[in-house]
């Protein structure tokens, strides 16, 4: 007997919800497309047996919606750890930002935009040599044009990004929305860059100070955080970094995500 599986990856209708606010349609069609996308998605969960939630919070709301636990199973995105090796030295001159993402959507485009024209002049203020990278593929030009200030490199694609990664003092991230996995987050603690970014960001990911990640409310704080992780002495930036990396290992290696889960099914299936 075929066990039918879906991983949602993400609650997909909350993600068409982001992106239907750059929409210039009237807000009545609006609501009416996503009122529609999601009753597609919703019915789309019974039609499975097993359904893959990737958070805790998407767990709990997939849950209600097929009403069963135990037709749903919550797999966080798992890392190749020997493929993203620890490697953070602190602070080194100079300080280095990173925003770190796919370019190729309008949202990230502007949370990068954000980070290069509201966080780093509050930074710029105290570490006027800092720089700022965007790593990501498929950078517009809107953000290519950037690097015309000298200190923000866009790198557009890179094969290797952790290669980059691991040079990087922090990473900031702007985030709206309590909906999926940033597994971008991931990778960058498991090279131990401690990162800034928001509550929603991390919603349902078991994520706080402890693992290296540093919550705001909004994004409009993140200039703010920023400089005061940037004062932090470079051995208190190596600890923070190094539980990062552990938090990682515990929690999002291969072992503990993937095989677990799939465990899970075998179970489960017979």
């Given amino acids: 007997e075929t066990t ?10 909350q993600t ?6 750059s929409s210039s349609l009237p807000g009545f069609v609006k609501d009416f497309n996503l009122d529609r996308y999601k009753a597609f998605e919703l ?8 359904v893959i939630a990737i958070n805790n919070q998407e767990y709990g709301y997939i849950s209600s919606v097929v009403k069963s636990k135990d037709k749903v199973i919550n797999m966080p995105m798992g890392i190749d750890l020997t493929q993203w090796k620890y490697d953070y030295s602190g602070v080194k001159s100079p300080i280095k930002i990173a925003y770190y993402g796919s370019l190729k959507t309008s949202h990230n485009q502007e949370d990068a935009l954000f980070v290069a024209e509201k966080v780093m002049p509050a930074i710029w203020e105290i ?13 517009p030009e809107r953000v290519k044009s950037l690097s015309q200030d000298k200190r923000i490199h866009v790198t557009g694609f890179v094969e290797n990004p952790q290669e980059v990664l691991r040079e990087m003092t922090l990473m900031v991230c702007p985030w709206k929305g309590t909906y999926g996995f940033r597994s971008r987050l991931i990778e960058v603690l498991a090279v131990g860059v401690p990162i800034i970014t928001t509550d929603d960001a991390i919603d349902g990911m078991d994520l706080d100070e402890s693992s290296g990640v540093y919550c705001v409310k909004s994004s409009e704080l993140l200039a703010e955080k920023a400089v005061q992780l940037l004062s932090k002495s470079t051995d208190e930036l190596i600890s923070v970094s190094k539980s990062a990396r552990q938090h990682v290992e515990n929690v999002y290696s291969f072992h503990n995500t993937y095989l677990k889960c799939f465990e899970e099914l075998c179970r489960t299936s017979k």
Avoid: C
């Fill in 43 to 50: 019915d789309s969960w019974q039609r499975f047996d097993k």
């Fill in 4 to 13: 039918r599986v879906l991983d949602t990856h993400n609650v997909m209708w």
């Fill in 127 to 139: 570490h006027p040599d800092a720089e700022l990278y965007i790593i990501g593929t498929h950078p």
């Fill in 16 to 21: 068409y919800k982001r992106q239907q606010l």
